[in-house]
């Protein structure tokens, strides 16, 4: 048997080209390697194209039997507790590996279920000093940690008062030449404002500096030194010098500074993580729809089990409005399902005995009783683990800005120190110099250079999840724009993928339908069904069904009858010129024609169609708008890609294309340019993992979870394009994060060094400056006219109901 020379599929009936080097097995191989042939500026080979396909970045490995945690963590300060997290995580036993983002407070751990689970690792990472919790637990916990961070808050301000007191009443006149000692009573100043000052703000130090100074002891061990690192430096130097100052007898002690600003950084602190939170919450379409609970049947009673306790073969009772708790097979009763926030499916599903159901999904009416399937987890489940996956990676972008963290910190340190050597060479006084060495410490600020990419994107992963569009590798919103060609696959992508009659032709058209279907009941091809649906029931014998290239055969009533392509039948079988005229027009017109024949005569003619998605032309145009080359794949006949070849946006057309030979294709246009194919994740899955970017139009089917880089979830191809525009936007919101980091750092900086700014007032503009790229992360990305689900048309949430 032969071989493809492009794809080396084997293959029965080669097609050939005096052109072309070579055998193939489709059409569309064929014109891939006459499109190398002719391509001699790219300097492209088939060979080139084989090692491309062959070269593939690796997937970061799980171990066989390995399993993945996602963790939601809190009190992470900066970039650098993700270092330390990730080097203490991957100390514990059972654990193969550990990634931390600190923009997105997500902990990926990849561990042996065998050594250890999810929980231990939560309550690991929490000895650590933080706190962990599972995607289960986050919401429950999320309320704890706010109220937290605000008892913080408020208890900073009402520490800070007493200090202020003092420095309102007795040091602060001083510097107007107004001397208070005559309100103390007798007492000297040291004893009754100086003692009280330098105890009251040691306490104020320990408790309000404490996550400061650990911060910043973690990022020193994993030599990732961050903005704690600043902070720390700048408040024991002021607290150190007015210690000193005190021992030495001077009255000029500056805990106000210190004490100032742990309570701004505090504050300023927590109000970014409320913010943060509100624009990055975990809460989504996909989470609320998961359920928490399960009623298991035991004998003819029932009882209530955490989700996590459903083993492969339970039978679950489910009740009327209530959502199915795992994928599985209903075994008993017959319901209407909606299914709309997992398919996108807006009518519901009438299912009963052996129909398959997925969990998230709402039973509307009656009862039913479901086996759990062999995963015993569900589709929602393992979209919401995508989730998270995305949440807890780093973006390419990203990497480059931590590197320049690292590089930041020690630069800034070090230009706090010559600024304050540099006062004293000017003849300044040590606290002159002090005070303009920590205002750089303190208003320099790395962190909002830190989260200005991973704030932006995880943001748009969100806008994007309303949409019901998943994002499941989190460099698509960077590399999307780049796409020089986007692919299309056209059945059930461009088209609507459902096949129905169009039309029959022959003498008898009942009898060639008749016999059409008989043949057809025994093939799974979407056109073979669309005959059998239109066929009236039949008791006719049927038997010695045989599968040809392309063609189908059995014994109908002890008559061989042979279905198939009308190029299928040679010179032995007589055509009508009525059907050929037929088959012509069918071609022109768009349909599948299939050829009916027994006795040695084609008998007659069956035509189905596929018809083209509303919109579908409207979404090539957006797309090749930014001139990009917009390429079909088919693997109808090219007398049937007219509608679409016609397109004045399509640039190319490869018709007759195999299932199998779909990779190779998108392989070959790799070489061409940055590809994104977008399919409907069933025969061209192999297609969407072949291309630099596969997009999944294809209501959550698992294969093209597995395939793609992003999931239409309810076959909206309205949604592609906004995909693209989502990216757009993401990318100026970043540009617009890091443009505003860089110039605050620019300006605040050598205004610091000049002694402008006091320490107290770096400390709120250090505050804002991080507080303006977290709001400008949180804002909607696209506007409704932009985007293809308008807010007031989105599916809401139903409260999760409660078991019985």
Request: proline content about 5%; aromatic content about 6%; glycine content about 8%.
């Amino acid at each position: 048997m032969a071989a493809c020379t492009l794809c080396e599929l084997p293959v029965e009936e080669p097609i050939t080209d005096p052109d072309v080097d070579g055998e193939f097995c489709c059409r569309g191989c064929l014109e891939v390697a006459r499109l190398v042939d002719e391509d001699e500026e790219t300097e492209l080979s088939i060979t080139a194209i084989r090692e491309r396909a062959a070269d593939e970045d690796p997937e970061l490995s799980v171990p066989e039997g390995a399993e993945t945690a996602y963790l939601s963590v809190d009190g992470m300060h900066c970039q650098t507790c993700e270092g330390f997290i990730e080097l203490l995580a991957e100390e514990e036993s059972g654990v193969h590996e550990a990634r931390a983002s600190y923009a997105t407070e997500m902990l990926r751990i990849v561990y042996d279920p065998d050594e250890t689970d999810r929980e231990a690792l939560a309550e690991a990472v929490s000895r650590l000093g933080y706190r962990a919790s599972g995607p289960d637990e986050e919401d429950d916990s999320l309320r704890s940690r706010v109220e937290f961070g605000k008892y913080r808050a408020v208890l900073a301000a009402v520490v800070m008062m007493p200090v202020l007191v003092l420095y309102i009443l007795f040091i602060y006149p001083v510097y107007l030449g107004i001397y208070p000692e005559s309100f103390l009573y007798g007492g000297t100043i040291e004893a009754m404002v100086f003692g009280p000052l330098a105890v009251w703000s040691t306490l104020i130090l320990i408790g309000l500096g404490y996550p400061i100074f650990r911060g910043a002891y973690v990022s020193l061990r994993v030599g990732r030194p961050n903005m704690d690192v600043l902070i720390a430096i700048a408040v024991l130097a002021a607290y150190g010098y007015s210690l000193v100052t005190l021992l030495a007898g001077g009255r000029d002690p500056y805990f106000d500074v210190a004490v100032m600003v742990l309570v701004v950084v505090t504050i300023g602190n927590h109000i970014e993580s409320r913010v943060k939170r509100a624009a990055l919450g975990n809460r989504t379409e996909l989470t609320d729809s998961r359920a928490s609970e399960a009623r298991r049947m035991v004998g003819d009673t029932t009882e209530t089990i955490d989700i996590d306790a459903c083993e492969p073969g339970d039978h679950l009772l489910v009740k009327p409005g209530e959502r199915i708790p795992v994928d599985g097979t209903i075994v008993e009763g017959t319901a209407a399902i909606d299914e709309a926030l997992v398919t996108g499916e807006s009518v519901p599903q009438r299912k009963s005995d052996g129909d398959d159901v997925l969990g998230g999904s709402v039973l509307t009416d009656s009862a039913i009783v479901v086996e759990v399937g062999p995963d015993a987890t569900s589709t929602i489940d393992r979209l919401v683990e995508l989730l998270w996956s995305v949440k807890s990676s780093d973006s390419g972008v990203q990497r480059l800005v931590n590197r320049f963290a690292v590089v930041f910190v020690p630069l800034v340190v070090s230009i706090a120190a010559l600024t304050a050597v540099g006062w004293l060479a000017l003849g300044n006084d040590v606290s002159t110099a002090m005070l303009a060495g920590v205002s750089v410490l303190v208003i320099s600020c790395p962190c909002s250079l830190g989260i200005a990419t991973p704030l932006a994107l995880a943001a748009a992963t969100r806008d994007a999840a309303d949409d019901r569009i998943l994002v499941l590798n989190e460099t698509v919103l960077e590399r999307i724009n780049d796409s020089d060609i986007v692919v299309f696959d056209k059945t059930g992508t461009l088209t609507t993928g459902e096949m129905e009659l169009a039309d029959v032709v022959g003498e008898s058209e009942d009898e060639v339908l008749a016999m059409a279907a008989a043949v057809e009941r025994r093939s799974s091809h979407p056109i073979a069904a669309a005959i059998d649906a239109a066929a009236p029931p039949t008791t006719r014998s049927v038997s010695a069904f045989e599968r040809a290239d392309r063609t189908v055969s059995a014994l109908v009533d002890d008559t061989r009858v042979v279905v198939g392509h009308p190029d299928s039948f040679g010179d032995e079988w007589a055509m009508p010129e009525g059907i050929e005229r037929a088959v012509v027009e069918a071609y022109d017109s768009g349909t599948h024609p299939t050829a009916v024949a027994w006795d040695g005569e084609v008998r007659g003619l069956v035509t189905v169609r596929d018809t083209p998605r509303e919109g579908w032309a409207d979404v090539v145009s957006d797309l090749a708008a930014d001139d990009r080359e917009i390429v079909v794949l088919t693997g109808d006949d090219e007398r049937m890609t007219g509608t679409f070849a016609s397109h004045p946006d399509v640039d190319q057309v490869f018709s007759g294309v195999r299932p199998e030979s779909k990779g190779a294709i998108v392989r070959g246009l790799r070489e061409r340019g940055t590809t994104t194919m977008v399919g409907d994740g069933t025969n061209d899955a192999p297609a969407l993992a072949s291309a630099d970017l596969g997009i999944a139009v294809a209501s959550g089917t698992e294969i093209a979870i597995e395939a793609a880089d992003a999931v239409v979830m309810d076959d909206r191809l309205e949604a592609v394009p906004e995909l693209f525009s989502l990216a757009t936007a993401t990318r100026g919101r970043i540009k617009q994060n890091l443009l505003w980091a860089g110039a605050y750092n620019a300006v605040a900086i050598p205004l610091a060094i000049a002694g402008v700014i006091t320490p107290l007032l770096a400390a709120l503009m250090m505050a804002v400056s991080s507080l303006i790229v977290v709001y400008n992360s949180k804002r909607r990305l696209l506007d409704d006219s932009e985007r293809s689900i308008p807010s007031s048309e989105r599916p809401q949430v139903q409260p999760r109901p409660q078991s019985n």
